[in-house]
């Protein structure tokens, strides 16, 4: 999962963008980045890394402009870098894009661009959108996205801004979420509510094969053959912490619920489509692997929990014995530790004291 941010309306964008990305740190992320746009065209500001290394890039580099569009990353293809943050933009630095999803045949639609001369800067699945926008693109944004999201399989939610039309920008999705935020005078994009609540609580939520086209003053909805679709905004009673639980009474309901998509999204930069292999190898060298005596894992409440189901995965895919020790009394435990045993310690904030003293 990664954060999608878009603002259009009189204030200054970036400060807006960099708010929203920041609501949405809870979703995860490897690197982030902005695009607004002026008279002049488009300011890209990208780092790899934490939103303070972007926050600290913006204060040495401001971007004026009350339009733009912000991303936070978490890496499917290619690896987490400044050229492959978001966002990405086509040969002439006219169409800017940010994606969270996968464009499974992304492969297939760089080759035929390359072969009509198009040059790619990333390695990124979600660089081909940009290309295929501009391909299309003659003066109508909204037709040019139709016309490149038709060519596309895969997963997407998408922000997309032309430099010579700060007049308005596109969004549209595909099982990845995405919501409108409806304002006086200004509107708003984000991947989840909380970005949107400091400003206003009417939001759209958009469904699976919409296209918005967002402009200052209104909101027009269609399908993905250019039908118009009407949708009344809805106002969230939600307040900030409820919007993060996005309604559901607990964050343990919550995270249950998301279960599906947490695996899928942490396994997904480590399944190689185009290999047709799965990639551990940075982690754990398969010679490594292979030698070891012991696998032991520490962590503290639910992540103890955890280990305790990933022991009967580790035992049986591995054959390798595998421990769990609670981290808390594992700290003070003087015992004799089998030499080459693998230690893996959990923790989900990074941060359980206990768990980083037993490290
Ligand atoms: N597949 C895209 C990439 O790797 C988007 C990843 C995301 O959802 O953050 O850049």
Redo the contacts with the bound molecule.
């Keep these: 999962?990664?954060g999608i941010v878009g603002y259009i309306g009189q204030k200054s964008a970036a400060q807006i963008l960099v708010e929203g990305l920041r609501r949405l740190e809870y979703r995860g992320?490897d690197s982030a980045g902005v695009a607004v746009l002026n008279s002049s065209g488009i300011q890209l500001r990208r780092s790899p890394g934490k939103l303070s290394v972007l926050v600290d890039l913006l204060k040495k580099q401001p971007v004026e402009g009350t339009v733009g569009v912000g991303?936070?990353?978490?890496?499917?293809?290619?690896r987490p870098s400044e050229e492959?943050a978001?966002p990405h933009t086509c040969c002439k630095d006219n169409i800017v894009v940010v994606?969270?999803?996968?464009?499974e045949n992304y492969i297939e639609l760089k080759k035929t661009l390359t072969q009509k001369g198009h040059i790619f800067k990333s390695q990124?699945?979600?660089e081909v959108i940009a290309h295929l926008v501009e391909d299309a693109y003659t003066d109508d944004l909204r037709d040019a996205v139709q016309k490149a999201l038709k060519q596309l399989q895969g997963s997407y939610a998408i922000g997309v801004l032309a430099a010579n039309d700060p007049s308005h920008f596109i969004a549209a999705r595909k099982d990845?979420p995405l919501v409108l935020g409806v304002g006086e005078n200004e509107m708003f994009l984000a991947s989840d509510v909380p970005a949107l609540l400091p400003h206003t609580r009417k939001v759209i939520f958009l469904e699976d094969g919409d296209i918005a086209d967002i402009r200052q003053d209104k909101i027009e909805l269609t399908d993905l053959s250019g039908k118009t679709i009407e949708r009344k905004p809805q106002t969230i009673i939600w307040d900030a912490v409820m919007a993060e639980k996005a309604g559901y009474k607990h964050f343990m309901l919550k995270e249950i619920y998301e279960q599906i998509v947490t695996v899928r999204d942490t396994f997904r930069?480590r399944i190689s489509l185009e290999e047709g292999r799965v990639q551990l190898e940075d982690l754990l060298p398969l010679e490594v692997a292979q030698k070891l005596p012991k696998i032991c894992l520490v962590g503290c409440g639910t992540s103890h929990h955890a280990a305790l189901v990933s022991r009967f995965w580790f035992e049986e895919l591995t054959g390798i014995p595998c421990d769990v020790e609670i981290a808390s009394e594992y700290r003070y435990r003087r015992f004799t530790k089998e030499p080459g045993t693998l230690i893996v310690a959990i923790t989900q904030s990074g941060e359980t004291a206990d768990t980083l003293a037993a490290l």
């Design positions: 999962m990664c992320y991303h936070t990353r978490w890496a499917t293809h290619g492959n978001h994606h969270n999803g996968i464009i990124t699945d979600t990845s930069s």
